[in-house]
């Protein structure tokens, strides 16, 4: 498989990936997960978060989790996602990517100009 073909992500799709590396998590969990992890940077609204799961899905770069929590626990209607494999080969190529890109000479200069 091409992994290049799915570069570069989107940033959602990125803070799902890197939220799915984790572990599993459900839509709202999602959610929570990204606004912490991004400083409320980034906010997902249900339908665009289901709109990119759905891609992803597609993708085959996550899916639907077997694995369901404890019913008492009220969560058995809640979907669990996971990273697939070829979810995790293109996250780290697209982790590799964004630190090359990071290390370069012209990026490290304008990262040192505004940096101050």
Known sequence: MN??????LKPVELQLL???SEQELHGYGLVQHIDQQ???VIRLEPGNLYR????L???GLVAESESRPVPELG???RRY??????????????LKRLRSLLASAKARAVVKRWAT
Not at 81 to 94: K, M, N, Q
Request: no cysteine; net charge neutral.
């Open 3 to 8: 992994l290049a073909s799915f570069l570069p």
């Open 18 to 20: 890197l939220a799915l």
């Open 38 to 40: 991004t400083d409320g």
């Open 52 to 55: 990119v799961i759905k891609r």
């Open 57 to 59: 899905l597609a993708d």
């Open 75 to 77: 969560e058995e209607r």
């Open 81 to 94: 996602y996971r990273i697939t494999p070829i979810g995790s080969r293109v996250l780290a190529a697209e």
